[in-house]
């Protein structure tokens, strides 16, 4: 089993900045890829951004290339989001998760989630 802990949401006014963590334990050998997802009020969850956890490669959401930078530090267990510009409908419960396999931009390829942690975006 993964466990993966969020933290570092909060509110914050439009253009300002946060860095959310994604702290692993567990078996987290038996994971390759860790993502961002993120769901607003009334809408599906969506994919934010992904990293490959041994080579570093990124994806990212069109609505957040060039605001948001999706890092990792292997030796912590640790996936970083460093958010900047940020904008109200950037407002939403922000989740991480971990998939076995490489590459997984939907949900449905993600294995473990951890419990979210809300990003207020105020105008």
């Known amino acids: 089993q993964v466990q993966l802990l969020e933290s570092g949401g909060g509110l914050v006014q439009a253009g300002g900045s946060l860095r959310l963590s994604c702290a692993a334990s567990?078996?987290?050998?038996?994971?390759?890829?860790v993502g961002w997802f993120r769901q607003a009020p009334g809408k599906e969850r969506e994919f934010v951004a992904a990293?490959?956890?041994?080579?570093?490669?990124?994806s990212y959401a069109d609505s957040v290339k060039g605001r948001f930078t999706i890092s990792r530090d292997n030796a912590k267990n640790t996936v970083y989001l460093q958010m900047i510009s940020l904008k109200p409908e950037d407002t939403a419960l922000y989740y991480c998760?971990?998939?076995?396999?490489?590459?997984?931009?939907?949900?449905?390829?993600?294995?473990?989630w951890g419990q979210g942690t809300q990003v207020t975006v105020s105008s």
């Open positions: 998760a971990a998939a076995r396999k490489l590459g997984q931009l939907s949900e449905g390829g993600y294995d473990y």
């Open positions: 567990g078996r987290t050998f038996s994971f390759l890829t």
């Open positions: 990293i490959n956890w041994s080579a570093g490669g990124q």
